[in-house]
């Protein structure tokens, strides 16, 4: 049972340039959430995708957008790329509607590098 | 504003010893309140998950407790190995929209086990 895959691993960009992170969710798993971590602190939520739909968002400018496809995997886009959008991006995938006892799993992440 | 606060920031314990990490939160609707241990440049991995009802949980050496009166948890670490030199991040998860939950991320301790 496979678990949340984000590719790619790692990423260097240059400031301006535009970028598209990808993730496939647990198997089962319908919700997709997209998480930002700066290095020594805590994820900070970007969006969540549920039936194809930007469903909640957190504080982040336009240049953050996303998508889901029709078998949920997903994908972040970044446009514009600032040397503070460097980087770790976390995935988390869930099922809707299960309530507490069914937990996030959470991708390995990419490290993003803009130069 | 939803809000997680942990504390200490970081802890620096011998192998063998007993620790515990605390977590306040101010976040509505609350959902329930996970711990996750976190290696470094890696994604979150869950250690416990507690709805409103309950007041703690066991995973192993790891024990969370929550008081929801006092929007308050804590996660006890017993006999401490090497293995557990990680940050460990509270998170909180709100009521959201369409069945799903928005996660609240502490910052997080980071934890050292010293042989």
């Known amino acids: 049972d496979a678990g949340v895959t984000q590719s790619p691993t790692h990423l260097i960009k240059t400031r301006g340039q535009q970028v598209t992170l990808r993730c496939s969710p647990k198997s089962g798993h319908d919700t997709v959430s997209w998480y930002q971590q700066a290095l020594g602190q805590g994820p900070q939520f970007i969006f969540q995708y549920y039936e194809e739909e930007e469903r909640q968002r957190g504080n982040f400018p336009d240049r953050f957008s996303g998508h889901q496809f029709p078998n949920y995997s997903s994908e972040l886009n970044v446009n514009a790329l600032l040397l503070g959008d460097s980087a770790l991006y976390l995935c988390?995938?869930?099922?809707?509607?299960?309530?507490?006892?069914?937990?996030?799993?959470f991708g390995s992440g990419t490290r993003l590098t803009v130069v | 504003k939803n809000q997680v606060e942990q504390s200490p920031q970081s802890l620096i314990i011998l192998e063998g010893k007993n620790c515990t990490l605390q977590?306040?939160?101010?976040?509505?609707?609350?959902?329930?309140l996970r711990w996750y241990k976190q290696d470094t440049g890696r994604g979150p991995v869950s250690l416990t998950i507690m709805t409103f009802s309950e007041n703690t949980k066991s995973n192993g050496r790891y024990t969370a407790t929550l008081d929801a009166d006092t929007k308050q948890s804590s996660l006890h670490i017993t006999a401490s190995q090497l293995s557990d030199s990680a940050s460990y991040i509270c998170?909180?998860?709100?009521?959201?929209?369409?069945?799903?939950?928005?996660?609240?991320f502490g910052t997080g301790t980071r934890l050292q086990v010293f042989p």
């Open positions: 977590c306040n939160y101010t976040v509505s609707p609350f959902s329930n």
């Open positions: 988390a995938s869930s099922l809707a509607g299960t309530g507490a006892n069914y937990g996030y799993t």
């Open positions: 998170v909180v998860s709100a009521k959201g929209s369409y069945n799903t939950d928005k996660l609240i």
